[in-house]
């Protein structure tokens, strides 16, 4: 088995047996505070452990990392709350657009409700970016609108990029 297909197997297992714990609520808090805490909460509980596991390499890795780096290693994807994928659909859409992206197309034509999903689910950054605007966290939402970017502006999203891409 490649390398790459490893480490996908690897996010399946992680993700489908994601856990948080009470203390892991707490530190994300102590991060984010009373105003963005509550974008952490709506995430999936998978979501959450990846965001606290992208945290921990930031950690590790950069001990003097900023707070926007830290907030933004746990809402970085933020934006896929509203799409409503199961563990099973994220793992089949990454399979099918690494394999075919003409068959995911084809996939997403034939069930227009999970197309719609799929749709908040690939345009996340922006949603996740556009919600931190709202609430005032534009230095934040310029990191989260570029976490994607092949070639970001910011070192911090370069920073958040590496730390992900780790997980």
Do not use: C
Request: charged share 20%; no cysteine; proline share 4%.
């Amino acid at each position: 088995m490649t390398g790459t297909a490893m480490h996908r197997l690897g996010q399946f297992w992680r993700h489908s047996s994601a856990q948080v714990s009470p203390a892991e609520i707490g530190r994300a808090q102590a991060i984010l505070g009373a105003r963005l805490l509550d974008f952490f909460l709506e995430l999936p509980i998978n979501d959450q452990r990846h965001g606290l596991d992208v945290l921990n390499t930031v950690d590790r890795t950069l001990p003097d990392a900023s707070s926007i780096l830290r907030q933004a290693a746990l809402l970085h994807d933020m934006g896929k709350a509203g799409a409503a994928l199961s563990v099973v659909e994220r793992s089949l859409t990454v399979f099918l657009a690494a394999l075919s992206p003409r068959l995911l197309q084809g996939a997403l034509r034939l069930r227009p409700g999970f197309a719609r999903r799929y749709a908040i689910y690939a345009d996340h950054a922006r949603i996740g970016a556009d919600r931190l605007r709202d609430v005032g966290s534009v230095e934040l939402a310029g990191v989260i609108a570029e976490h994607h970017a092949a070639k970001p502006q910011s070192e911090v999203t370069s920073a958040l990029q590496r730390a992900d891409h780790a997980n």
